[in-house]
């Protein structure tokens, strides 16, 4: 079982990945956590869902290009605001993954750092 100050350190791991994300871009759960040499897309999940009230949160969308549940219409004023792209359906709109996905690294390795020792490591 996890230890509370690794599940800390990790909430706010995710906080910082989640406040490096630029306008007009996105990562998936998967992404946040693969920054952070993890895994563990839910924990990013459950780590949005309690403290990303304070965070850009709009900017952590679902693997299909989909925003947050229960949030799309208040995402979709995000997107449209800072110009991210969208790609529109017959029936519903999604975010342009190809376009919109960012990664925190250069060389686009969303892993990369992950074995520096100082890296926060994933504590579920």
Same mark, same amino acid.
């Given at each position: ?8 350190? !990790?909430?706010? #791991? ?7 994300? +630029? ?8 992404? &946040? $956590? ?52 969208? &790609?529109?359906?017959?029936? $519903? ?12 690294? $250069? ?6 750092? #992950?074995?520096?020792?100082? !890296? +926060?490591?994933?504590? !579920?």
């Amino acid at each position: 079982m996890p230890s509370d100050d690794a599940a800390v350190d !990790f909430g706010a #791991a995710v906080a910082e990945v989640v406040r490096m994300i +630029p306008s007009g871009h996105v990562m998936t759960y998967g992404d &946040v $956590a693969a920054a952070l040499g993890s895994r563990a897309s839910r924990a990013v999940g459950k780590v949005m869902a309690h403290e990303g009230a304070d965070l850009p949160w709009w900017r952590v969308v679902r693997a299909g290009g989909h925003p947050p549940l229960h949030h799309e219409a208040r995402a979709l004023q995000h997107y449209r605001a800072e110009g991210t792209p969208l &790609v529109q359906g017959t029936a $519903a709109w999604r975010l342009d993954m190809r376009r919109a996905r960012w990664s925190p690294t $250069a060389d686009g390795d969303p892993t990369a750092g #992950a074995d520096d020792p100082g !890296f +926060p490591r994933d504590p !579920f």
